[in-house]
């Protein structure tokens, strides 16, 4: 079966420091990797999918293979990432998402 | 444009009784996704319709739960007779259909059901 597991349930951080949350999936063909972000209050909503490969926000998530891995990173946290953050995955198209437990980010003043 | 929008935003209702959630989706967009978070568990996927047929329905928990989507339009989840581990948060997502790369599923705020 697809899994993708977020081994953190809770990530706090200072203002200004790096920031990763880990995600691991699976491995099953050629998934389709994804980081959606829920902040208080707000509907889920994409933050970055692997394909783009783009920056959004400041954050970059890179496709590790080997390693089965997808971490999202962030040089310097801002106290408006603090919000929850879910890695999915899907197998491509119009599949269903297979979402990871979340990990809460919370970013200290 | 509203977005994804789901009623009601909380229902709280007693063992055995009989809830209908509503999901309207983003206009043009034949998928329609629902899934369900339940207290410290991942989202799971429920069922997809592609535009009005179940496209998968792998992820209903069993036949208590019951799916439409009229005439491709709206969608309803019903949940009869409702039992206490049904209580969660149910989401309902939309996207465009199309065929190749992944189109993004817009979701809706969520509905909160408690059953008592």
């Known amino acids: 079966a697809q899994r993708v597991t977020q081994p953190e349930k809770l990530l706090s951080v200072f203002k200004g420091a790096p920031v990763e949350l880990k995600c691991n999936y699976s491995?099953?063909?050629?998934?389709?990797l994804f980081w959606y972000v829920q902040y208080s209050r707000q509907r889920l909503q994409l933050l970055l999918r692997?394909?783009s490969r783009e920056s959004i926000k400041g954050f970059t998530a890179d496709l590790n293979k080997g390693e089965t891995s997808f971490h999202l990173k962030k040089p310097f946290a801002q106290e408006e990432d603090s919000a929850m953050y879910y890695c999915?995955?899907?197998?491509?198209?119009?599949?269903?998402?297979?979402f990871g437990k979340g990990t809460r980010l919370s970013v200290i003043a | 444009e509203a977005g994804v929008t789901q009623f009601p935003s909380h229902s709280v209702i007693e063992k055995g009784q009989t809830v209908t959630l509503r999901c309207d989706p983003i206009?043009?967009?034949?998928?329609l996704y629902w899934y369900r978070r339940v207290m410290g568990k991942e989202i799971k996927f429920l069922l997809h319709?592609?535009?009005?047929?179940?496209?998968?329905e792998s992820g209903m928990p069993n036949n208590r739960f019951l799916a439409e989507r009229t005439g491709g339009t709206y969608s309803t989840l019903k949940v009869q007779p409702a039992e206490l581990e049904d209580s969660g948060v149910y989401f309902c997502?939309?996207?465009?259909?199309?065929?190749?790369?992944?189109?993004?599923?817009?979701f809706g705020p969520g509905t909160r059901l408690t059953v008592l």
């Open positions: 997502a939309s996207s465009q259909l199309g065929a190749g790369s992944y189109n993004e599923q817009f």
């Open positions: 491995y099953s063909g050629s998934p389709e």
């Open positions: 692997h394909i």
């Open positions: 999915a995955r899907s197998s491509s198209g119009n599949t269903p998402l297979v």
């Open positions: 206009s043009g967009h034949d998928n």
């Open positions: 319709f592609v535009k009005e047929s179940k496209q998968d």
